[in-house]
């Protein structure tokens, strides 16, 4: 059980194009999802907190009209990446935490590889 | 500003020995402490989590300190396997919203 899934696994797009990312909780509801980004040899940074039928709350220095989320339902969440830049090449991966659990582990997706040529 | 401190170089040992990775805060005062272990190219998985009362934890072969005082804890796998060999996250939570701090992470390499 507990298993996110995320779509796609990699992405290649040219600069100036929008990506969208998926992330979805297939065997639970997720009230809360949360999206990282991870650059090579770095560990995780949060870039915002995604809260089923709400605005996302994003950390400081991430761009909300750059990284749009979109959590529409209890087990989807999405994060677009609006006019792609090389360097928002990087390795985004979302978590969920099922309904009801305030602390307890998150549940993390298998991550998506962006690079942006 | 809150800062959390793994090993950054990578810690090899042999096969059948015990791995002890640590995980130092400070500025923080988290209501718990998970440990995730993280493949390349892969997302997290979650392993262990300690709450700020509880002073040991243990799954299998694993076994982790919670040092609210020191503001440590300390991750042990025993009798290691070359399949342990992976990078290993700590991040502490229980602030508001219940976000999750990561650690840089430390990669384990165990050595048949």
């Known amino acids: 059980g507990a298993v996110v899934s995320q779509h796609p696994s990699w992405v290649i797009c040219k600069s100036g194009t929008s990506v969208k990312i998926e992330c979805r909780s297939l065997?639970?509801?997720?009230?809360?999802m949360f999206w990282y980004r991870q650059f090579p040899k770095q560990s995780l940074m949060l870039m915002a907190t995604?809260?089923?039928?709400?605005?996302?709350?994003?950390e400081q220095g991430v761009e909300k009209d750059k990284f749009l989320i979109n959590h529409a339902s209890l087990t989807l969440s999405t994060l677009t990446v609006t006019s792609a830049h090389p360097e928002d090449s990087s390795f985004y991966i979302c978590?969920?935490?099922?309904?009801?659990?305030?602390?307890?582990?998150?549940?993390f997706g298998p991550g998506t590889r962006l690079t942006v040529t | 500003s809150q800062k959390i401190e793994q090993n950054s170089e990578a810690l090899n040992i042999q096969e059948g020995k015990t791995a002890t990775l640590t995980c130092n805060y400070t500025?923080?005062?988290?209501?718990?402490l998970q440990w995730y272990r993280q493949d390349p190219g892969r997302g997290p998985v979650f392993l262990l989590l300690?709450?700020?009362?509880?002073k040991e934890k243990r799954k299998e072969r694993l076994k982790v300190t919670f040092d609210t005082t020191l503001k440590q804890s300390l991750f042990h796998i025993t009798a290691s396997q070359p399949a342990d060999s992976a990078t290993y996250l700590c991040?502490?939570?229980?602030?508001?919203?219940?976000?999750?701090?990561f650690g840089g992470g430390t990669r384990l390499m165990v050595k048949p």
């Open positions: 978590s969920a935490r099922a309904t009801g659990t305030g602390e307890g582990e998150q549940y």
């Open positions: 065997d639970f509801q997720a009230t809360t």
């Open positions: 995604s809260n089923e039928g709400s605005k996302a709350t994003y």
């Open positions: 500025n923080y005062s988290p209501a718990y």
């Open positions: 300690i709450r700020e009362n509880e």
């Open positions: 991040a502490l939570g229980g602030n508001a919203g219940n976000m999750l701090t």
